[in-house]
């Protein structure tokens, strides 16, 4: 008897010691057999967001509290340095606007005379941000406003200043946004004034890279990077960024959106692919 | 009787749920300081403070539901996580009867090259499974930031685990 138990505690024991390779090896496996974008995982993970966001927004409150007290004294302690900057800023605004509004008219004028086509806004909506799945190694958010919205795959998120990415995944309340610094992020672009094509490529660093230039293109610091319109996904030129560093192979763009510090983010659809609309998978 | 079962269920439950916390708030949009993952590493923290002290209140099967949670709510590759809570969770283990006995100092040295482990089995299996090299240079000011400043919240956590056994 005594025989008995003395095995059994050794099966067990040696069960409990084999259960983290098992698992390990689960693990493995599941990375094997299950892509990250398999339409079954993109279903369960909008399933998840409808039980896990207010789970998030409870925990997100303490954070919030520490967050906002530490940008008051930041603030409290940099007032006098910004109140100067914004004086110098608001002289050079002036400037600029009263060029910008010469440069409307003329613009309005020459397209009149080219009977351009401007891009139709089909809809548009103002969502919050709500989850950030981003870490050291992927870039995402999750906004509060799904299919139940009027959210479609492939709508484009737009901050105050500029265009921050696209939305890839749609669930019933939520949907996952996908901005041009993370490292699956891939936007056709064109750059400089002799716009050379090449493609913005997410790094998950603050400052997505060019690739694909022209052998005998280089671009330089300072051009303007606009999405180029190629493959139907972003409308031809939209601001996006300045070259930031002169690098042969790879230069640098800094954004002119910065995704990390929004909390709000406008979604607007310009109904350019269809096709995307199609792939677009149902929420449970 | 209840009052006891009740604190018996605490006890046991208190290591999964603290993790289970933090596991929601790595979601939280607001971040501390620019691209710092704040929370994350106290999950790593809280695995391996359990499964060198006291495996039963945080087994592989709660590690393993962690992380496959976290692989629900994030968007990189399936199975990640609670391939690398699970590695933690195996290799705190394993090196149990070595540094059982050792000094927080020690302890701590030996969580930082395991966490040095993780972030390395995470670059490389994003680029195995994408073809992309992430940027290290988030990853490293991360990993220098926790290896400085978080032993006061394993510290923390070792301090409530004695306060909620005392009650």
């Given amino acids: 008897m005594e025989c008995k138990i003395f095995r059994l505690k050794r099966i067990r024991a040696q069960i409990r010691r084999l259960l983290p390779i098992l698992f390990l090896?689960?693990?493995?496996?599941?990375?094997?057999?299950?892509?990250?974008?398999?339409?079954?995982?993109?279903?369960?993970?909008?399933?998840?967001?409808?039980?896990?966001?207010?789970?998030v927004s409870v925990v997100r409150q303490p954070v919030y509290w520490v967050k906002n007290g530490a940008d008051g004294l930041k603030n409290w302690v940099l007032t006098y340095r910004e109140n100067e900057i914004l004086k110098k800023e608001n002289q050079d605004l002036k400037q600029w606007r009263l060029k910008g509004l010469s440069l409307e008219i003329e613009n309005a004028e020459l397209k009149k005379h080219l009977n351009y086509q401007y891009q139709k806004?089909?809809?548009?909506?103002i969502s919050e941000i709500v989850l950030d799945e981003g870490g050291s190694f992927s870039r995402s958010f999750v906004v509060n406003a799904g299919k139940n919205q009027g959210v479609v795959k492939g709508m484009l998120a737009f901050g105050p200043n500029a265009i921050t990415g696209r939305i890839v995944e749609v669930g019933k309340n939520y949907s996952r946004l996908m901005p041009f610094t993370d490292y699956m992020s891939r936007v056709p672009v064109y750059v400089g004034e002799d716009r050379k094509s090449a493609v913005l490529m997410g790094g998950n660093t603050d400052?997505?890279?060019?690739?694909?230039?022209?052998?005998?293109?280089?671009?330089?610091?300072?051009?303007?990077?606009?999405?180029?319109?190629?493959?139907?996904?972003?409308?031809?030129?939209?601001?996006?960024?300045?070259?930031?560093?002169?690098d042969e192979f790879t230069p640098n763009v800094v954004l002119f959106e910065?995704?990390?510090?929004?909390?709000?983010v406008r979604l607007i659809d310009f109904g350019l692919d269809e096709n995307l609309l199609k792939q677009d998978i149902e929420a449970p | 009787m209840k009052?006891?079962?009740?604190?018996?269920?605490?006890?046991?439950?208190?290591?999964?749920?603290w993790a289970l916390l933090f596991v929601c708030a790595c979601f939280v949009p607001e971040r501390l300081f620019r691209n710092f993952h704040q929370f994350l590493p106290l999950v790593l923290i809280i695995i391996f403070y359990f499964a060198l002290f006291s495996s039963k209140r945080l087994n592989v099967i709660a590690v393993f539901i962690l992380g496959i949670l976290a692989d629900f709510l994030s968007p990189s590759i399936f199975g990640l996580n609670s391939f690398i809570f699970v590695g933690m969770f195996f290799m705190s283990?394993?090196?149990?009867?070595?540094?059982?006995?050792?000094?927080?100092?020690?302890?701590?040295?030996?969580?930082?090259g395991l966490m040095l482990l993780c972030d390395i089995l995470w670059a490389w299996f994003t680029h195995l499974f994408t073809g992309v090299w992430v940027s290290a240079s988030f990853w490293l000011?991360?990993?220098?930031?926790?290896?400085?400043?978080?032993?006061?919240?394993?510290?923390?956590?070792g301090k409530l685990n004695h306060l909620i056994k005392d009650i």
């Fill in chain 2, 141 to 157: 000011v991360q990993y220098v930031f926790v290896c400085l400043f978080y032993p006061i919240i394993i510290w923390i956590t």
């Fill in chain 1, 121 to 125: 806004v089909k809809s548009e909506l």
């Fill in chain 1, 258 to 264: 910065n995704v990390n510090v929004l909390s709000f």
């Fill in chain 2, 3 to 17: 009052v006891n079962l009740l604190k018996t269920v605490l006890y046991y439950l208190f290591p999964f749920l």
């Fill in chain 1, 207 to 246: 400052m997505p890279y060019l690739q694909f230039l022209n052998e005998n293109d280089t671009a330089q610091k300072g051009d303007l990077v606009v999405s180029s319109g190629y493959m139907g996904v972003y409308p031809s030129n939209l601001p996006i960024g300045r070259i930031y560093q002169e």
């Fill in chain 2, 93 to 112: 283990n394993l090196l149990q009867p070595y540094i059982y006995a050792f000094s927080f100092k020690n302890l701590w040295c030996v969580f930082c």
């Fill in chain 1, 25 to 55: 090896f689960f693990s493995l496996l599941i990375m094997l057999l299950i892509r990250f974008d398999s339409p079954a995982l993109v279903k369960t993970r909008s399933f998840m967001w409808e039980i896990f966001v207010p789970i």
